[in-house]
């Protein structure tokens, strides 16, 4: 009997724990420098027991070079509010990916450099209209143009 309240109190201390740091989305982040492209793979697991939604969008990442935040230059355009439409739905224990190009985004600096990128942990749940607090996630890579950057705005 004292084994099975143990358990019981073990397992409600971990929901709550898991409740307190609100993560439903175990995410991760890949940069790799394919010829003279930065591509940064995102990837996201639901770890919750039920549906989550994510932005089909480019995911909020930072790029720092010294600890200073490297300047967007992607396309920055006005738009309303997010519909559901704008999010796909992942199921308990689903995946999605989003691989996309972000060398035109950043003002990457001419010759050799070691960039910070940072993934955003936080997750808005369009459904519920609650934010979540998660997790962020950090890499370093190295890339080197000799290209001046493109200004799109």
Same mark, same amino acid.
């Given at each position: 009997?004292?084994?099975?309240?143990?358990?019981?109190?073990?397992?409600?201390?971990?929901?709550?724990?898991?409740?307190?740091?609100?993560?439903?989305?175990?995410?991760?982040?890949?940069?790799?420098?394919?010829?003279?492209?930065?591509?940064?793979?995102?990837?996201?697991?639901?770890?919750?027991?039920?549906?989550?939604?994510?932005?089909?969008?480019?995911?909020?990442?930072?790029?720092?070079?010294?600890? =200073?935040? %490297?300047? *967007?230059? !992607?396309?920055?355009?006005?738009?309303?509010?997010?519909?559901?439409? /704008?999010?796909?739905? @992942?199921?308990?224990?689903?995946?999605?990916?989003?691989?996309?190009?972000?060398?035109?985004?950043?003002?990457?600096?001419?010759?050799?450099?070691?960039?910070?990128?940072?993934?955003?942990?936080?997750?808005?749940?369009?459904? =519920?209209? %609650?934010? *979540?607090? !998660?997790?962020?996630?950090?890499?370093?890579?190295?890339?080197?143009? /000799?290209?001046?950057? @493109?200004?799109?705005?």
């Amino acid at each position: 009997m004292k084994y099975i309240m143990l358990l019981i109190i073990l397992s409600i201390c971990h929901s709550s724990f898991a409740d307190d740091l609100n993560t439903f989305v175990e995410k991760s982040l890949q940069i790799t420098v394919e010829k003279d492209s930065v591509i940064a793979l995102a990837s996201y697991k639901n770890i919750s027991n039920e549906n989550i939604y994510i932005l089909k969008d480019r995911p909020n990442i930072y790029i720092y070079l010294n600890n =200073k935040s %490297v300047d *967007f230059i !992607g396309v920055i355009y006005k738009r309303s509010e997010p519909t559901i439409d /704008d999010y796909q739905k @992942i199921p308990p224990k689903g995946k999605a990916f989003r691989k996309f190009d972000i060398t035109n985004y950043f003002y990457f600096k001419q010759g050799l450099h070691t960039y910070k990128a940072v993934l955003t942990g936080g997750y808005v749940d369009p459904i =519920k209209d %609650v934010f *979540f607090y !998660g997790k962020s996630k950090t890499i370093f890579f190295n890339y080197k143009t /000799d290209k001046k950057p @493109i200004h799109d705005n």
